[in-house]
């Protein structure tokens, strides 16, 4: 049975860093792409954004204009984690954090929520003085 669990959320000042981790449990991260989505569910009406993706094949990843030069997403295989190191954190960025697997490519690019075929819960992200 698939699971993935997110951790690493909080509250934290504009200019903080935060470090996201996923943990994916029931497959192998062998070559699949495990994403980061956020959803700012104050503001209605809003799509659930891809943020990051990274193959666990070879490592390639891709970023959403917004978060380019401020998060760095990777993994440790052997852990079965994916983690997003986010730096330079605005108050844009509050949102709830989502984790998800796709096992249908481990190829990286901008891709739908309909793409992912497994999902975490979620982990809030607040960034506020």
């Known amino acids: 049975q698939v699971h993935i669990v997110e951790s690493g959320g909080g509250l934290v000042q504009p200019g903080g860093s935060l470090r996201l981790s996923c943990a994916a449990s029931?497959?192998?991260?062998?070559?699949?792409?495990i994403g980061w989505f956020r959803q700012d569910w104050q503001a209605p009406g809003k799509d659930r954004e891809e943020?990051?993706?990274?193959?666990?094949?070879?490592?390639?990843?891709y970023y959403t204009d917004s978060v380019k030069g401020r998060f760095t997403i990777s993994r440790d295989n052997a852990k079965s984690t994916v983690y997003l190191q986010m730096d330079n954190l605005k108050p844009e960025d509050t949102a709830v954090y989502y984790c998800?697997?796709?096992?249908?490519?481990?190829?990286?690019?901008?891709?739908?929520?309909?793409?992912?075929?497994?999902w975490g819960q979620g982990t809030q992200v607040t960034v506020s003085l």
């Open positions: 943020v990051s993706c990274i193959s666990t094949r070879d490592g390639s990843t």
């Open positions: 998800a697997a796709n096992l249908r490519t481990s190829e990286t690019g901008p891709m739908y929520t309909t793409e992912y075929d497994y």
């Open positions: 029931g497959f192998s991260l062998d070559a699949y792409v």
